[in-house]
C-alpha cells in the first residue's frame, strides 16, 4: 500500500522509465556476474536463465576470469545499448509519449545486417564488431518501448503513434 501511495500523482511515463532503467541494470549485471556464479559455486543457473535468449557460443562470447558472460557479443550490446538507451533517454527525448518514425529502428539495425554478411562472407569474424552492431540496436529500442507501454496502459491513441518531429 505504501508502494501506491507513492506512485499516486506520478506519471507513467516516469515509472515507465524507472521501471525498464531497473531491467536494463539488472540484466547487464547478470550478465557479468554469471562468470563470477560458475567460478565461485559452480552453478550455471544464471547460464540457463539465458539460454533461451542467446545461443552462448563460447566463441561469440566475451570472457571473464575464463569464463564466458551470460550471452554472446552481439546479446551483450545489444543489452549493453538498451541499459544506455535508458540512461540517456531523457536527454535526447523531451516527450517519451512521442512515437519514433519505423526508419530509426531499421538504420539501427544496418550495423548488425552488415556484421552478419562480412561473417557468412567469411570477411571477418569479430566478437567486437558483433558486440558493436547489438549495441547499435539496443541503443534505440527504449525509444520504442516506452511510447509502446505507455499506448497499451492508457488504451487509447494519444500522441503515441503520431511522428516525432525529433527525427
Do not use: D
Amino acid at each position: 500500500m505504501f508502494f501506491l501511495n507513492i506512485l499516486i500523482g506520478v506519471k507513467k511515463e516516469a515509472v515507465i522509465y524507472v521501471f525498464l532503467l531497473s531491467f536494463s541494470i539488472i540484466i547487464i549485471f547478470l550478465i557479468f556476474y554469471a562468470p563470477i556464479v560458475v567460478n565461485k559455486f559452480k552453478s550455471p543457473s544464471i547460464y540457463i536463465l539465458f539460454s533461451n535468449v542467446c545461443h552462448q557460443k563460447p566463441e561469440r562470447t566475451f570472457f571473464l576470469f575464463n569464463f564466458p558472460l551470460a550471452v554472446c557479443s552481439r546479446c551483450t550490446g545489444i543489452y549493453f545499448g538498451f541499459f544506455l538507451g535508458n540512461l540517456f533517454l531523457p536527454i535526447l527525448k523531451r516527450k517519451f509519449i512521442v512515437f519514433p518514425e519505423l526508419k530509426l529502428i531499421i538504420l539501427a539495425t544496418i550495423p548488425m545486417a552488415l556484421e552478419y554478411s562480412g561473417y557468412i562472407l567469411k570477411l571477418w569474424n569479430s566478437n567486437l564488431l558483433r558486440m558493436i552492431s547489438g549495441l547499435s540496436f539496443g541503443l534505440i529500442i527504449p525509444f520504442y518501448l516506452i511510447p509502446s507501454f505507455l499506448y497499451i496502459f492508457n488504451n487509447k491513441e494519444e500522441k503515441v503513434w503520431k511522428k516525432s518531429q525529433i527525427y
